[in-house]
């Protein structure tokens, strides 16, 4: 029997989730050590703004099943609240935001994009844009900063300034969010998460191994942080 998937989150993720901002970032990495596949993370933000991871599962690659299946486990085992997401572009990641009945489409959840995905992605476009340009825009709240922002970006480069407008502007700025992103803009929270997990990959264990490792580094960022 070849493995596919799977899901787990720890029980004080579960139960510490609750009393967290209502924000979750996803986003996934590959694994690059003897057993290949990919890891998704879904990771949050306590009242400390520190990162509190939330779920995890390994499987095949990020496409257009596996994120689906993820973000219905979240639903199944995790939570149902009423979420912002903050995620990239990736087609996986939006099919499964936007799926029919999943609960994680608008107004079940609250789509953000993250600001960094963004403006690589508009940079890797059109060449001309700064990428602290988009960025600065971005986090502004006041709607004359916004303007001027937006503005300037139209001077450097017209294409991409309207294919930013054809994105709905809560997805991208703090000025339209309406509060639902808590000042959260990046989708780093879960990054920074991986770049620890990294230390998976320099050992080739068996996979079942690997979640022990995971239980430690969620105690390691939970259980020893200092109170301020």
């Known amino acids: 029997m ?3 998937r799977v899901f787990w989150a720890f029980k004080p993720s579960i139960h510490g989730f609750k009393h967290c901002r209502p924000i979750l970032t996803i ?7 003897k057993y290949k596949g ?16 939330v779920a995890f599962a390994v499987v095949e690659s990020e ?19 009423e979420l ?10 939006v099919r499964a935001m936007n799926e029919v009945g999943s609960t994680w489409e608008e107004p079940y959840a609250h789509h953000r994009l993250c600001i960094c995905h963004l ?3 508009v940079h890797t476009h059109f060449k001309d844009i700064h990428l602290k340009k988009i960025v600065w825009t971005a986090r502004q709240h006041q709607k004359k900063k916004f303007d001027d922002g937006f503005k300037k970006i139209g001077e450097m480069s017209l294409e991409a300034q309207q294919f930013l407008g054809n994105i709905p502007p809560e997805m991208w700025s703090l000025h339209h969010d309406g509060g639902y992103r808590y000042g959260t803009i990046f989708s780093n929270l879960t990054e920074v998460f991986n770049s620890v997990l990294k230390m998976l990959d320099i050992c080739p264990s068996p ?3 690997r979640f022990p490792f995971t239980g430690l580094m969620l105690i390691l960022l939970i259980g020893v942080k200092p109170v301020r």
């Open 27 to 33: 986003d996934g990495t590959h694994l690059y050590g």
């Open 207 to 209: 996979l079942w191994s």
């Open 119 to 121: 403006a690589s992605n």
């Open 2 to 4: 070849q493995f596919q």
């Open 38 to 53: 990919t890891l998704l993370v879904a990771m949050s933000c306590d009242a400390n703004n520190q990162i509190f991871p």
């Open 84 to 93: 912002c997401v903050i995620y990239d572009q990736h087609g996986g990641i």
């Open 63 to 81: 496409n257009g099943d596996s994120w689906p299946w993820f973000m219905v486990c979240i639903r199944q085992f995790v939570t149902n609240r």
